[in-house]
C-alpha cells in the first residue's frame, strides 16, 4: 500500500507540475474553472500526501478495520480520500476456506474462489497474527491462514 500511494502521490505531482507550468505561461488562471481545477488539484494531492504520513497508518490499524462478530468476519476497506473506508463486508468463518496475507492487503477464499480482496495498511505478519488471533482453534483447523 505504501508503494501504491507514494506512485500515486507522484503522478498527482506531475499533474500539479503541469498545473503551475500553464498558469505560469498562459493566462488560464483567470479562468474560474481553472481555478477549480487547482483547487481538485490541491485536494486531491493532500489526501495523497496525507496516505503517506505515520498518523493514517496510526488510524488505520487493523483491528479498526477487520473485526470479529461471534460467526463472522466483518471488513472494512479504505477508499477515497483521506479516511474514507467502503463495508462493512461481512463472511461467515464456516464459509471460508483460505485467507491469504500480502503485503499490505490479504484476500478472503470460499469453495477455493477469491470473494473478498482488499489492500490496507499493515504487514504480512501482522495480518497473519491478527487473523490467527481472531479465530479460535477449532475454526483454524478449517481455515488456512497463509
Given at each position: 500500500m505504501q508503494e501504491v500511494n507514494k506512485q500515486l502521490a507522484m503522478i498527482v505531482a506531475c499533474f500539479g507540475l503541469v498545473l503551475l507550468l500553464l498558469s505560469l505561461f498562459t493566462d488560464l488562471l483567470a479562468q474560474p474553472w481553472f481555478v477549480f481545477v487547482v483547487a481538485l488539484?490541491?485536494?486531491?494531492?493532500?489526501?495523497?500526501?496525507?496516505?503517506?504520513?505515520?498518523?493514517?497508518?496510526?488510524?488505520?490499524?487493523v483491528d479498526k478495520l477487520i473485526q470479529r462478530d461471534k460467526t463472522s468476519l466483518?471488513?472494512?476497506?479504505?477508499?477515497g480520500f483521506f479516511n474514507c473506508t467502503t463495508?462493512?463486508?461481512?463472511?461467515?468463518?464456516?464459509?471460508?476456506?483460505?485467507?491469504?496475507c500480502e503485503q499490505d492487503?490479504?484476500?478472503?477464499?470460499?469453495?477455493?474462489?477469491?470473494v473478498y480482496s482488499t489492500r490496507l495498511p499493515g504487514s504480512k505478519k501482522l495480518l497473519r497474527d491478527y487473523f490467527n488471533s481472531l479465530l479460535t482453534s477449532q475454526e483454524k483447523l478449517s481455515v488456512t491462514i497463509d
Open positions: 488539484w490541491i485536494f486531491v494531492f493532500s489526501s495523497c500526501c496525507y496516505r503517506l504520513t505515520a498518523l493514517f497508518y496510526a488510524q488505520n490499524t466483518v471488513c472494512l476497506s479504505l477508499s463495508g462493512p463486508y461481512c463472511f461467515s468463518i464456516d464459509s471460508i476456506d483460505r485467507i491469504k492487503g490479504f484476500s478472503i477464499y470460499a469453495a477455493n474462489t477469491c
